[in-house]
Each structure stands twice: as structure tokens, then as C-alpha cells.
């Protein structure tokens, strides 16, 4: 992705596809839902970039159990 490109997103000429606010919130390290304003500047675990699709899944589930579990 090109400057030219994040200029316009700035600006709020262009609006990114989503594969760019991807590549942004994993170059800035952060969430989607975070560069989007709708969450909190969090990575799920780290370095889920290193796990199988599999593991990321059963990870999430256990993260989804424990949540259900507090409410």
C-alpha cells in the first residue's frame, strides 16, 4: 500500500477495501475493531500470526467459554 493511498484514507477521500484496514491494523499492530473506533488497541494472544487456522479456532473457543462463563 502506497502513501498516496493512506493520504486518502486520512483525508477521508477513499474508504480502505477491506484487505488494506487488514494490512494496516497488522502493520500497526492493533485491531481492526481498533482502527475502525469500534474497540480497544488489542491482539487477540501473541503471536497468532505463527498459529494454524485449527489452533486460532480452538484458542477462540476457549476464550469464548470463559467469557459466556462471566455472564
Do not use: C, W
Not at 492493533?30 to 503471536?47: H, K, P, V
Amino acid at each position: 500500500m502506497d502513501s498516496s493511498a493512506i493520504a486518502h484514507f486520512e483525508a477521508d477521500r477513499r474508504k480502505p477495501s477491506f484487505d488494506n484496514i487488514r494490512a494496516l491494523a497488522k502493520a500497526l499492530v492493533i485491531s481492526t475493531d481498533y482502527l475502525l473506533g469500534t474497540g480497544e488497541a488489542t491482539t487477540a494472544f501473541r503471536d497468532e500470526d505463527k498459529l494454524s487456522v485449527r489452533d486460532r479456532d480452538i484458542i477462540q473457543g476457549v476464550i469464548d467459554n470463559m467469557v459466556s462463563k462471566k455472564k
